[in-house]
């Protein structure tokens, strides 16, 4: 774990952990169980960062337009749009077909930037090594998947997720389904990892 102050432009408030795991490949499970191996291994802060480039804060949810690593990170990170999304069967429209977009594994070719208002999902996240790492969100997460990074997202068996969304500028939402290893921002994404 890694504990920065507010001001610089990674890691997250001190004593903030977020939890994250490999998972194991039985997909014959529910994509919204934790799916952990066995025994269950655990990644630290550090260690994600390390191996996939994304990136983790803590904030205070029920306070979020004036919180302060909200607005530290918006700022250095240069996010100027924001809306919110709810998924839930009653709130989402096209429920069935947009949960199941959002668990095909896909890049973008900008950062992802989710922060959880309410509810709980998982993001999964490739590694270096290509092995899937889920990392749970849950109230007041504020994470960034890295433009060029394959991802998907569940909900977990509570069905629901309330969710702000930031963007540099106008925002591009459009999922790229691997394979896209040609993809600019992939080939930016590999040199920034490490590949
Ligand atoms: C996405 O693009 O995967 C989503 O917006 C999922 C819901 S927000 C956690
Ligand atoms: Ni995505």
Redesign the pocket.
């Known amino acids: 774990m890694i504990g920065t102050s507010i001001g610089t432009s990674i890691g997250t408030s001190i004593g903030t952990m977020v939890s994250a795991w490999f998972m194991n490949s039985n997909d014959q499970e529910d994509q919204r169980s934790e799916r952990h191996l066995d025994p269950p291994s655990y990644l630290d802060l550090n260690m994600l960062r390390k191996l996939t480039g994304v990136l983790y804060w803590k904030i205070d949810a029920d306070k979020y337009t004036s919180d302060p690593v909200l607005a530290q990170v918006r700022k250095d990170r240069g996010y100027t749009y924001q809306d919110d999304?709810t998924?839930s069967r009653e709130k989402l429209p096209d429920y069935d077909a947009k949960l199941k977009?959002?668990f095909t594994e896909h890049l973008h070719s900008d950062e992802?930037i989710?922060c959880?208002l309410d509810g709980s999902?998982y993001?999964d996240c490739r590694d270096k090594e290509d092995k899937w790492i889920r990392i749970r969100?849950e109230k007041g997460d504020l994470i960034v998947l890295p433009a060029g990074i394959y991802?998907?997202?569940t909900?977990d068996t509570n069905d629901y997720?309330h969710?702000l969304?930031l963007f540099v500028g106008e925002p591009v939402?459009t999922?790229i389904n691997r394979p896209a290893d040609d993809h600019p921002a992939r080939d930016a994404y590999l040199k920034t990892i490490g590949n």
């Open positions: 999304i998924c977009t959002f992802e989710r959880i999902g993001f969100v991802h998907r997202f909900l997720i969710a969304r939402w999922p």
